[in-house]
C-alpha cells in the first residue's frame, strides 16, 4: 500500500511538472515583477525543482522496482524453465538407467547363452567322440562277428550232420522203445496175473490160518473141559 502511494505522488507531481513545462513562454512585454513577485517566482521555481527531483527520484525507483519485478519474474520463469529441464534430465536420466540396466541384463544373458552354447559345443564334441570311438568298436566287434559268423556257419553245417545222426539214431532208439513197450505190455499181463494167482493163494491161505486156529479153540476147549471134569470126581 505504502508503494502505491509513493506511485501516486509520484505521478501526480510529474503531471503538474508537465503542465508547468507546456506553459507557453511569457514575451518580454510582460511587465516586470516586483521583488516580491520575484521572490514567489523563485520560491515557486525552486519548489518545481525539487518535485523534479523527488519525481526523477520516484522514476528512477519505479523504474528499478519494474527493472526488479522484471529481474524476479525472469528469475522465476528461468528457475521454473530450470526445474523443468532439470526434471526432464532426471527423467532423461532415469530412462537412460533403465535402457543401461536392461541392456547389463540383456548382455549377461547372452553371455549366459554363449557359456551355455560354449558348454553344450564342448559335450557334443565330446559325444562326438565317444560316438566315433563306440563305432570303431563296433565295427571291430562286427569284423569278429563276421568272423565268428563265417565259423558258425561251418559249425552250424557239422551240427546239421550230427543232427542227421543223431535223428536216425532216435528213430533206431524208438523202435526199440516201441518194442520195449510191446514187451512190457505183454510182462505186465503177466505180472497181473501172478498178482490174482498171489491174491488168490493168500486168500485160501488166511481162510486155513483161520480155519486152523477155529480148530485148535475147539480141541483147547475141549480139553479144558474133559480136564475140569476128570479133577471133579
Same mark, same amino acid.
Given at each position: 500500500?505504502?508503494?502505491?502511494?509513493?506511485? %501516486?505522488?509520484?505521478?501526480?507531481?510529474?503531471?503538474?511538472?508537465?503542465?508547468?513545462?507546456?506553459?507557453?513562454?511569457r514575451s518580454a512585454s510582460v511587465p516586470t515583477y516586483g521583488?516580491s513577485d520575484l521572490g514567489k !517566482?523563485?520560491?515557486?521555481?525552486?519548489?518545481?525543482?525539487?518535485?523534479?527531483?523527488?519525481?526523477?527520484?520516484?522514476?528512477?525507483?519505479? /523504474?528499478?522496482?519494474?527493472?526488479?519485478? $522484471?529481474?524476479?519474474?525472469?528469475?522465476?520463469?528461468?528457475?521454473?524453465?530450470?526445474?523443468?529441464?532439470?526434471?526432464?534430465?532426471?527423467?532423461?536420466?532415469?530412462?537412460? @538407467?533403465?535402457?543401461? $540396466? +536392461?541392456?547389463?541384463?540383456?548382455?549377461?544373458?547372452?553371455?549366459?547363452?554363449?557359456?551355455? %552354447?560354449?558348454?553344450?559345443?564342448?559335450?557334443?564334441?565330446?559325444? #562326438?567322440?565317444?560316438?566315433?570311438?563306440?563305432?570303431?568298436?563296433?565295427?571291430?566287434?562286427?569284423?569278429?562277428?563276421?568272423?565268428?559268423?563265417? #565259423?558258425?556257419? /561251418?559249425?552250424?553245417?557239422?551240427?546239421? +550232420?550230427?543232427?542227421?545222426?543223431?535223428? $536216425? $539214431?532216435?528213430?533206431?532208439?524208438?523202435?526199440? @522203445?516201441?518194442?520195449?513197450?510191446?514187451?512190457? +505190455?505183454?510182462?505186465?499181463?503177466?505180472? +497181473? !496175473?501172478?498178482?490174482?494167482?498171489? #491174491?488168490?493163494?493168500?486168500?485160501?491161505?488166511?481162510?486155513?490160518?483161520?480155519?486152523?486156529?477155529?480148530?485148535?479153540?475147539?480141541?483147547?476147549?475141549?480139553? @479144558?473141559?474133559?480136564?475140569?471134569?476128570?479133577?471133579?470126581?
Amino acid at each position: 500500500m505504502e508503494d502505491l502511494s509513493d506511485d %501516486t505522488t509520484v505521478f501526480s507531481t510529474l503531471k503538474s511538472f508537465k503542465s508547468f513545462m507546456a506553459q507557453p513562454e511569457r514575451s518580454a512585454s510582460v511587465p516586470t515583477y516586483g521583488a516580491s513577485d520575484l521572490g514567489k !517566482l523563485y520560491t515557486h521555481q525552486m519548489e518545481m525543482e525539487e518535485s523534479a527531483k523527488r519525481i526523477h527520484s520516484h522514476t528512477s525507483l519505479l /523504474q528499478l522496482s519494474q527493472e526488479k519485478q $522484471q529481474m524476479e519474474m525472469s528469475h522465476k520463469r528461468a528457475r521454473i524453465e530450470l526445474e523443468k529441464a532439470a526434471h526432464s534430465s532426471c527423467r532423461d536420466l532415469q530412462h537412460e @538407467v533403465d535402457k543401461n $540396466q +536392461d541392456l547389463q541384463t540383456r548382455i549377461r544373458r547372452l553371455e549366459d547363452r554363449e557359456a551355455e %552354447t560354449g558348454r553344450s559345443l564342448t559335450e557334443q564334441a565330446e559325444s #562326438q567322440r565317444q560316438l566315433k570311438l563306440k563305432n570303431d568298436e563296433l565295427q571291430k566287434h562286427l569284423e569278429e562277428k563276421d568272423n565268428s559268423l563265417t #565259423q558258425a556257419n /561251418q559249425t552250424v553245417t557239422c551240427l546239421k +550232420d550230427e543232427l542227421r545222426d543223431l535223428n $536216425q $539214431q532216435l528213430q533206431t532208439q524208438h523202435s526199440r @522203445v516201441n518194442t520195449l513197450n510191446l514187451d512190457k +505190455d505183454s510182462l505186465q499181463e503177466q505180472l +497181473d !496175473l501172478q498178482r490174482k494167482k498171489f #491174491q488168490e493163494v493168500s486168500q485160501r491161505l488166511q481162510n486155513v490160518q483161520t480155519s486152523q486156529t477155529s480148530n485148535e479153540d475147539s480141541q483147547l476147549k475141549i480139553r @479144558v473141559h474133559a480136564l475140569t471134569h476128570t479133577h471133579s470126581h
